[in-house]
């Protein structure tokens, strides 16, 4: 049994650190437009408009049902042969796509959840007094929602950045394909996949940090 390279993984890291940036560029778009689409997707199922409904439904049952690789190849290979304005479409571009729509079916839910979980006196007491459905949950509604809901969008948030490394399937050199290329030339795929999985783990953890010093301000903020 032959040892770890541990100079060649030294040597790795700065190859690896320089393709961070573009995995943390891909998740923080995916998040943010991801966030924007669920809310509308939320408010659609919370107010059950009529045929709007169940298409939003059908969309959250597909994108919650089939796979992330499945969605990216389809967005990336698929779609280009049927719509000729994709045709030019970047890896970049149809991972950020795929990521935004297969995590926004899932934040949805929960966005959903945390609206319905506020108590329904809330509703019936701004409605006696004359609000408008848009006021109502931009003023009363959305902003409880939004801290009993915060924690679960930094678990989705944690996904998207390790989905981020699927990205490498669509010819995108972020930090699992640089790890890939890297082991394809030297053949040492143990120290190459190593190092790339301590990079996501140091990230992860460090998310994971704010995400526990969140739920405590959170949880402070609902007892006073």
């Known amino acids: 049994m032959r040892a770890l390279d541990l100079g060649y993984m030294l040597d790795l890291v700065p190859v690896i650190l320089g393709y961070v940036p573009l995995t943390l560029f891909m998740a923080v778009v995916s998040m943010l437009a991801a966030l924007v689409l669920a809310s509308l997707l939320a408010i659609v199922r919370v107010q059950r408009l009529p045929v709007l409904d169940r298409v939003v439904a059908l969309f959250i049952s597909f994108?919650?049902?089939?796979?992330?690789?499945?969605?990216?190849?389809?967005?990336y290979f698929g779609l280009p042969q049927l719509l000729t304005a994709l045709e030019g479409i970047n890896g970049v571009s149809a991972a950020i796509f795929g990521l935004t729509l297969h995590f926004a079916a899932y934040m949805a839910e929960s966005i959903r959840g945390a609206i319905l979980g506020v108590d329904r006196s809330q509703w019936e007491a701004a409605q006696s007094i004359g609000m408008t459905q848009g006021q109502l949950l931009r003023r009363i509604i959305l902003p409880q929602a939004t801290r009993t809901v915060?924690?679960?969008?930094?678990?989705?948030?944690i996904d998207m950045i390790k989905g981020t490394s699927l990205a490498f399937t669509l010819g995108v050199t972020e930090m699992m394909g640089a790890a890939?290329?890297?082991?394809?030339?030297?053949?040492?795929?143990?120290?190459?996949?190593?190092?790339?999985?301590?990079?996501?783990?140091?990230?992860?953890?460090?998310?994971?940090?704010?995400?526990?010093?969140?739920?405590?301000?959170?949880?402070?903020?609902v007892a006073r």
């Open 180 to 221: 890939q290329k890297e082991a394809a030339g030297s053949f040492l795929y143990l120290e190459a996949y190593l190092i790339v999985a301590i990079f996501y783990w140091v990230i992860v953890e460090t998310l994971s940090v704010g995400q526990r010093a969140l739920e405590t301000r959170l949880g402070k903020a």
């Open 150 to 157: 915060a924690p679960t969008l930094m678990n989705y948030f």
């Open 63 to 75: 994108f919650r049902g089939t796979p992330l690789l499945v969605q990216l190849f389809l967005f």
